[in-house]
């Protein structure tokens, strides 16, 4: 299997300095700042909303992919991913992410549906990986 990489510079201090981040696959690029991360609508990326980007993506094909297995062929489905950062003590954690799932899969109860959602949340690699988060799955 493949090694996955990505790159981070930053420069300046805490509080007045920047960053860029790079995907290894040139996919993606971007600046990041104190601002960008701890304000609401300032301009740059955060590495919660790249985690939230890779779970939402990483959950929604291992759906897929089981909803394939069993037999079923999905029409649409659309993962959205809130990572929530809190002060814990005197350091920052993640302290939850929310995955909000809606799903269109003929033949298939919702019941079914359900199972199969809180299967892949369960085992997709990302979810593994960030194993020591709350992770809620909200099925619209």
Do not use: Q
Not at 2 to 9: G, S
Not at 62 to 70: C, P, R
């Amino acid at each position: 299997m493949p090694v996955r990489k990505a790159e981070a510079e930053w420069t300046g201090n805490l509080i007045e300095g920047k960053g860029n981040i790079k995907l290894g696959s040139g996919a993606f690029e971007g600046s990041y700042s104190f601002a960008s991360r701890f304000e609401e609508g300032k301009a740059g990326t955060n590495p919660e909303e790249l985690i939230g980007a890779a779970h939402a993506g990483c959950f929604t094909m291992a759906l897929d992919a089981a909803l394939t297995k069993g037999g079923y062929a999905p029409t649409r489905l659309h993962t959205t991913a809130s990572v929530r950062l809190d002060k814990v003590g005197e350091a920052f954690s993640i302290t939850k992410i929310t995955l909000e799932l809606e799903g269109e899969v003929p033949n298939l109860s919702k019941e079914e549906f359900d199972k199969f959602a809180h299967d892949a949340k369960a085992n997709c690699p990302v979810s593994k990986a960030l194993a020591g988060t709350e992770i809620e799955l909200v099925i619209k």
